[in-house]
């Protein structure tokens, strides 16, 4: 019996001097402030969305407020309400006109500053809506950081008769189509948001 007592107390002991040697330095890559942190210092203002039906797409606008210190990039969104978010840009096409496609890198709101969503400029862009969406519905959204923290957020539907951005194309999956142009009421295709 004292063989087994001493042969536990030699493993505690043992366990006890490697808990020693551990450090609190965050593990290479790692960012000092935690992910929580990080997320706590992005808001999303006047957060709404256009009313649509179910299947289709819709844009979440708002403005975007960075109280850090450090410029943030939000690489990506979800939302149970869609099967697909993906984050929009106005850009010149190779034919010289402004049209809506994916942001490539995100957008980075700047230390105490501002990024604008908006109509025919940069929104999130909601396809594949599960539900119809109505003026008044609340819409759940999650942008993710490119540090991998989250930040939870609402938008609220309303009606808005602009913003009818069209797609050239969409695999069977959803995930993949062409641009799409913008314009001020106009419908230049089949599948409007």
Not at 128 to 134: H, N, S, V
């Amino acid at each position: 019996m004292k063989k087994i007592t001493l042969a536990a107390a030699v493993l505690a002991l043992s366990a006890a001097g490697l808990a020693g040697c551990a450090t609190d330095s965050p593990a290479p890559g790692a960012s000092s402030s935690s992910a929580a942190e990080q997320a706590q210092q992005l808001t999303l203002s006047g957060a709404w969305a256009k009313a649509g039906d179910a299947g289709g797409m819709t844009g979440v606008f708002g403005t975007l407020k960075n109280d850090g210190a450090e410029d943030l990039t939000v690489v990506a969104a979800s939302s149970p309400a869609a099967a697909t978010v993906e984050l929009h840009e106005t850009a010149m096409g190779a034919d010289g006109a402004m049209a809506m496609q994916q942001i490539e890198g995100g957008f980075t709101v700047p230390a105490g500053g501002e990024y604008l969503l908006e109509p025919g400029a940069s929104h999130l862009m909601l396809m594949g809506l599960e539900d119809g969406l109505l003026a008044g519905d609340t819409l759940p959204i999650t942008l993710e950081l490119a540090d991998g923290s989250t930040l939870e957020l609402e938008a609220v539907a309303k009606d808005f008769a602009g913003a009818n951005e069209n797609y050239g194309s969409e695999d069977s999956a959803g995930e993949s189509h062409g641009d799409h142009a913008h314009g001020d009421g106009e419908s230049h295709g089949t599948a409007e948001h």
